[in-house]
């Protein structure tokens, strides 16, 4: 499956943005996806996951209550609905699938983005 991030955007703090994820190339519904982000220096991060059919999501403790994953499986679009952002926030965010039911970890995922950046000033 061929994944491509879009929403890259500049906010202030406190705004926010929405990413999307379009893929192609395999049955998007067959996959769990999630978002990632890496900052500049820093590893790799999880973000957010939810399962095949999104009746499940799961956040890292860092953007509960402040992101929303989501996804359109009609659409084979992915989401993330970023609110009250903060410079923190900043980095490369990346989709990924994976062919098992529930994944959360980096190492779970079997297909990736190319990233979107997003950039929060203070």
């Known amino acids: 499956v061929q994944l491509v991030e879009s929403g890259e955007g500049l906010v202030q703090a406190g705004g926010s943005l929405r990413l999307s994820c379009a893929a192609s190339?395999?049955?998007?519904?067959?996959?769990?996806m999630g978002w990632f982000r890496q900052a500049l220096g820093k590893e790799c991060e999880f973000v957010a996951a939810?399962?095949?059919?999104?009746?499940?999501?799961y956040y890292a403790d860092s953007v509960k209550g402040q992101f929303a994953i989501s996804r359109r499986n009609a659409e084979n679009t992915l989401y993330l609905q970023m609110n009250s952002l903060k410079p923190e926030d900043t980095a490369v965010y990346y989709c990924?699938?994976?062919?098992?039911?529930?994944?959360?970890?980096?190492?779970?995922?079997?297909?990736w983005g190319q990233g979107t950046q997003v950039t929060v000033s203070s």
């Open positions: 939810l399962n095949w059919y999104g009746g499940n999501t």
């Open positions: 190339g395999r049955t998007f519904s067959d996959y769990a």
């Open positions: 990924a699938a994976s062919r098992r039911y529930r994944a959360r970890s980096e190492n779970e995922f079997d297909y």
